[in-house]
């Protein structure tokens, strides 16, 4: 939404062609890299976003260059997109965008002002988390959901009509953004809850809470977009997206064993995985299978994502999960697990 308003609002402000106006997009998630190359996201053929960096690789890029923090004189964001209330913070949550909206929503419903902002019922836990908000009477079926196995049991359920909801959250990353694939790999236990709750922390720092009392998105209204809901900010904050996907199946499958006793590697091939070096490594491991002549008992597929994004490239060999695995480590357990299938021992 930045990038199509930045394109939009900021060229007619600095009076500039939209096309000569670079957008820079700084996220935790890999998987913006190719949204931006959508073309959902274009407009007139103009990439909504030019470039984007993931929180991983500017903290590289930080330390490479030398920057000390300590040094820089401190500068406040610009104006109008460099002010924020809580509700923006709380995004990069799992049910952060649920209790941003709750937040409009209940005075939107109640016409009345309130000084309550937090909705607790919609934090923690991963998974699909259900539940229903009344507000003045009306009842609001909503749920949270994080992973895309859970996002896919929640949309399936929605479409056999088990489940009827007013409002759906989808997260792909567990946790939410918190946890996505570009974020720096957490080196210690509870790094992603302590992430979540420096978020809420820092919501509770700000003196506005809500997204309507943010003034600069209402004169923002006020002077460019129009009405919400009317032409032009839906054109610019809305989008829909087109299947892309060729592979109906959970994963494509590379070598095919037809044997009864055999060991099944998944390699993720997801763009987390991916830029970690996920392609690389399934060519090696294929190749490694046909030189070791294990076709007849191994069987390889490029599989989608295991929901371990920050812990990439993750494989999985006869059902054990690997992480951050490389080569080597491959190998050796199809190896172990090859060796118990020639001698018989395997369960």
Known sequence: MFGSLAKDFLAKLYNVEPKDLIVVSIMPCTAKKF?????????????????VISTYE?????????LNFKKIQPESFDMPFGFKTGAGIIFGNSGGVTEAVLRYVDEKLTNKKSDAYEYK?????????????????????????????????????VKKGEKNYHFIEIMACPGGCIGGGGQPAPREAGANAMRTQGLYDN????QLHKPQQNPYIEELYKNHLGAPGSEKPHKLLHTKYHS?????????????SRNAR?????????????????????????????????????EVKASFCFENCSKGP??????????????????????????????????
Not at 58 to 66: D, H
Not at 139 to 153: F, S
Not at 203 to 206: E, Q, V
Request: charged share 30%; net charge negative; hydrophobic share 40%.
């Open 35 to 51: 949204e931006a190359e959508r073309e959902e996201f274009k407009h007139n053929g103009i990439a909504d976003v030019d470039h």
């Open 58 to 66: 500017l903290a590289q890029m930080i330390e490479e260059s030398g």
């Open 121 to 157: 019922i919609v934090r923690s836990g991963n998974g699909i988390k259900e539940f229903c908000a009344e507000i003045n009477g009306i009842k609001i079926n909503m749920a949270v959901v994080n992973g895309l196995a859970n996002a896919k049991k929640a949309v399936e359920s």
């Open 203 to 206: 919501d509770k720092m700000l």
């Open 244 to 256: 892309r996907r060729r592979i109906t199946e959970e994963g494509l499958s590379l070598i095919n």
């Open 262 to 298: 055999k060991i099944e590697v998944s390699v993720c091939v997801g763009t987390s995985c991916y830029i970690r070096g996920a392609q690389d490594l399934l060519h090696r491991l294929i190749r490694y299978i046909e030189d070791k002549e294990m076709t007849s008992i191994v």
């Open 314 to 347: 993750t494989v999985n060999v006869g059902g054990k999960i690997i992480n951050r695995c490389d080569f080597e480590t491959a190998c050796k357990e199809i190896d172990l697990q090859a060796g118990k299938i020639n001698d018989g021992t395997a369960a």
